[in-house]
């Protein structure tokens, strides 16, 4: 079993779409927890780290379960823009190390 | 200028070269890492070090060696390469007083023949 696990996708969804990731995290040490964005063949790059009281960026919201090991991103008014991987990330527990999930694609349409 | 820098960006090499990639980061930041990426895999990390004298091996070690040789710079070499390490390699960097919150640099992508 992976230690993060996520729906690869890919998620299709219209313009203006509420879209909802989910992932899963068997550590149970874990500390920290983030969102990260990938574009293709580029660097991932911090979307957002998560809270257990959850937080708000703008359009996005995580959500942290920690009595579920579950971790949530919802991403309101989709953009073309949107378009990318998400990767879910555990810290492996005051390691040092993160453990990223394979990701999940977005592909966001006109 | 970017935090991150890695070189070269893209490397065409053949079976059993020896390849040396480099990373370099101007975020004063104490601890990097190696990792590779692969379709369907993930990030899965190589190496990893949190200070000039400290060196671990991530998951994925074998074939891969590294060196830090500043706290800036950290090198992955890859003795004698072979196809299966045909990847995209990423550095990344973090500063224990700020989370874990990691930053990469933008890729070295490797093809051995």
């Known amino acids: 079993r992976k230690e993060v696990e996520q729906d690869p996708g890919p998620f299709n969804v219209p313009e203006g779409a509420t879209v909802a990731f989910n992932c899963t995290y068997s550590n149970s040490a874990s500390q920290s927890f983030f969102w990260y964005r990938q574009d293709c063949r580029k660097e991932p790059k911090l979307l957002m780290s998560v809270y257990s009281s959850g937080n708000e960026d703008g359009r996005f919201t995580a959500q942290l379960n920690r009595a579920s090991q579950y971790i949530s991103l919802l991403i309101r008014d989709s953009k073309l823009s949107d378009s990318a991987t998400y990767l879910c990330v555990a810290d492996s527990g005051n390691t040092g190390k993160l453990i990223f999930g394979q990701g999940t694609t977005l592909q966001v349409k006109p | 200028d970017a935090d991150v820098t890695q070189t070269p960006r893209n490397r065409i090499t053949k079976t059993g070269k020896r390849i040396m990639l480099e990373c370099s980061q101007t975020?004063?930041?104490?601890?990097m890492y190696w990792y590779r990426q692969d379709p369907g895999l993930g990030l899965r990390l190589i190496y990893y070090s949190f200070d000039v004298k400290d060196i671990n091996k991530g998951e994925i070690s074998d074939g891969y060696s590294v060196s830090r040789q500043a706290q800036a710079k950290f090198s992955l070499s890859l003795e004698s390469a072979i196809p299966n390490q045909t990847a995209l390699y990423f550095c990344?960097?973090?500063?224990?007083?700020?989370?874990?919150?990691?930053?990469f640099g933008p890729g070295t992508r490797l093809t051995v023949l």
């Open positions: 975020k004063g930041h104490d601890r």
């Open positions: 990344a960097t973090s500063d224990l007083q700020k989370s874990d919150t990691q930053y």
